[in-house]
């Protein structure tokens, strides 16, 4: 039926053919694993413990819209699919996300401030000004602690 000859040829085809497609899924590989490193989550520059009583936590809440309100950051609280006593918070605004939750305590809120842009960081000194800021705010709710980690 077929000759040596075709069978070789048919088979170095073949083999060509398998090397080519594995080779260019090699590189689609590179190519995905480079765009994840390019577009990872952002380092976080600060974080930021607050803890209240539940009972004060419309009171952090209007303190929060303040100091979103002072520096010009779009915000928004909502509750947490996980019950209606968890609430995330997120602000952003062109240059700075500010995002955190109460997951694991309900009046412990965690946040972190990330640079909006990776390409264009935020100065140190605009951070440890924004978070002296929103300690200030934070600080008008009875009770509050508020923790800068490292």
């Given at each position: 039926m077929f000759t040596k000859r075709t069978k070789l040829v048919m088979g170095v085809a073949l083999?060509?053919?398998?090397?080519?497609?594995?080779?260019?899924?090699?590189?689609v590989g590179v190519t995905m694993i480079n765009n994840y490193i390019a577009n990872s989550p952002q380092e976080v520059r600060r974080n930021v413990v607050i803890t209240i009583d539940?009972?004060?936590?419309?009171?952090?809440?209007?303190?929060?819209?303040k100091f979103a309100?002072?520096?010009?950051?779009?915000?928004?609280?909502?509750?947490?699919?996980?019950?209606?006593?968890?609430f995330s918070v997120y602000m952003h605004r062109?240059?700075?996300?500010?995002?955190?939750?109460?997951?694991?305590?309900?009046?412990?809120?965690k946040?972190?401030?990330?640079d909006a842009d990776r390409q264009h960081p935020v100065s140190e000194s605009i951070y440890a000004d924004l978070v002296s800021e929103l300690k200030?705010?934070?600080?008008?709710?009875?009770?509050?602690?508020?923790?800068?980690?490292?």
């Open positions: 083999f060509l053919g398998i090397l080519c497609c594995l080779l260019s899924c090699a590189s539940p009972s004060q936590r419309q009171k952090l809440f209007d303190q929060l819209r309100d002072k520096h010009a950051f779009a915000i928004l609280i909502d509750t947490r699919p996980s019950g209606a006593e968890n062109e240059d700075i996300i500010i995002s955190g939750a109460n997951v694991f305590a309900v009046g412990e809120y946040l972190a401030f990330y200030s705010f934070v600080s008008e709710v009875p009770g509050a602690t508020f923790f800068v980690k490292k």
